[in-house]
């Protein structure tokens, strides 16, 4: 879990060229983080897989809107 | 830089990571998505890409349509074509056409062929235009396929883009590898080897009929690897041997085994011995007159490669792949040899180089040069520049490196820009002799200011050096300067890394030199003539009658 966390984070902070600590990472979601537009979150998504190996339902893609939602499906995908 | 547009009907990500690769060397512009009004605006930009993913473009259900045999004609493709057909008297375009079905329609089974109905409708469209010179059409399903790589059907879902960034980096490189064969200047010479490279096996051990080439597993892959290389000689690259070996078992083998799809014709020249291969390359180099730096170099063996890329600094050497089956395609893929355009004198240009060959080897015989000369019918021609001889006009001032006095490449913009001022002129010559009809080889530009005439470019292809053709050339521009009222010629020259040959060449008919002026970096030393005092060293008429 908190391994998923670790590399999220690093992935995240990399994509949006950001550098935020682990609280205020874990929070974040498309509506309070100004750079997480729609684009963005395809973009985004699509390099989780990249670096997960693993594959989003377009569902889950749609629903993933925050870092908590992510966290969720990547935990999901690797129980 | 050059200027590269965009026009889609589907979201390109003009931000996303994989535009990486053409955004090192070209200016990219991305039109608004479906706005391909744009182009007829667009003045700028140097090539005008447009990619259509036609499962967007038909209206459904496209099944009606076709049975109460409606036409395509007022739907949006057409639109699009005729916009295409419009532009393209003025400008260059790329197209891409993807034909991926929509996900309502991916089935195995064909049935009433209605995806059989649009594609021949797209291809008749497109094939229209098809030898218009500012028209290419890209494959992109065949670079998909050869990368392995699946369309993401979620990103029709999610966006309006159709493609993932992998699918992205594929376009980018196929693009990439169109625009390098129009911009980079193309080598003109494959080395080979022939043991293990045109066939399997050793022929001193094996005999010529015992060799791996044919119908069966690995000959086969030989075969497709010979076909490529008898494209790219069809197509204007000269191709050698070099092999250490027996020259009689070479010879034989393209003599008398069957399944040899190059002839002993299509070889220009065989160097088969046991000498370095790096000597056997610099002999061919200078037998032909081109340089080393447009040769390319094929071999199986890597020591031979290392020594030749170690000796010979300025050749490409191709590193083949481990597996043979990808020769074929290998050496089709890289741009330095394919090239896109290429007129009809490239096709015969193995038989010029042979001709070559032949008028030295007898000109060596001959002690007496001029008597020589006199014998083998040298008939000069001046042709006036015009859009049919563009192409090959182009290609000279592209191409020619050792006799060219100031190496400027115009490219086809630039040309199109001089010939059309009022005072200036553009020259071609061509020549024709006992050993055959070389075609137009000699180009030159020149530009009147009030009256002085100033020679923009003058330049002659190296395979006809030693026929006396520049002083044909010169007494054709000292005609003109004098019927346009001129007083005085002038000459100019620039140095560039391979045009020493024609150092001295405006002071050989008696050009004054004056001070050299550097512009842009470049030395430029400018040669000064009366119009009448034109100093000829040999009586011109008698050789060119």
Known sequence: MSKIINLLQIEFNKHFKVNLKKKNFLNKNSYNFNKWDSLEHIKFILRIEKKFKCKFLVKEIIESTSIKKIIKILNKKYM | MKTISFTSNTFLMPQSESWKILKKNFLLKFNSLNNFENILLDNNSDFNVILLTIQDLIEYPLYDLITKNKNLKKKKIKCIFDLIKKNLAQKKIVLIIDYFYPTHFNRNIKNNTIEDYLIHYIQNLSYEFKNNKNFYCLDIRNIFFRNNEKYDYRMQYLTTSRYSNSNLKSINIIINQFLERIYKPSKKVIILDCDNTLWGGVVGELGCHNITLGEENEGKAYVDFQKSLKRLKNEGVILCVASKNNYQDVIEVFKKNKNMVLSKEDITLFKVNWKNKSDNIFEISKELNLGIESFTFFDDNPIERDQVQKNLKTIEVINPDGDVSNWATQILDSTNLCKINFSEEDKNKTKHYHNILKFKDEQ????????????????????????????????????????NLNTKRYDEKELQYFSEERKNKIYLFSLKDKYGDHGIVGLTMLRQKKEKMFIENFLISCRVLGRYLDSWMMKKIFTY????????????????????????????????????????????????CDVNKLNLTINIDRLYK
């Open chain 2, 364 to 403: 060596s015989r001959n002690s007496n040069e001029k008597n020589f000369l006199m014998n083998i019918g040298l008939k000069a021609k001046l042709i006036n520049f015009s859009s049919e001889n563009k192409i090959r006009a182009l290609q000279l001032i592209q191409k020619t490196n050792q006799f």
């Open chain 2, 481 to 528: 300067a004098k019927k346009s009222k001129c007083q005085t010629v002038i000459g100019k020259y620039t140095k560039s890394n391979k045009n020493d040959l024609v150092k001295d060449f405006y002071t050989l008919f008696g050009f004054k030199k004056s001070k050299p002026k550097i512009i842009l970096n470049k030395k430029e030393i400018f040669y000064i």
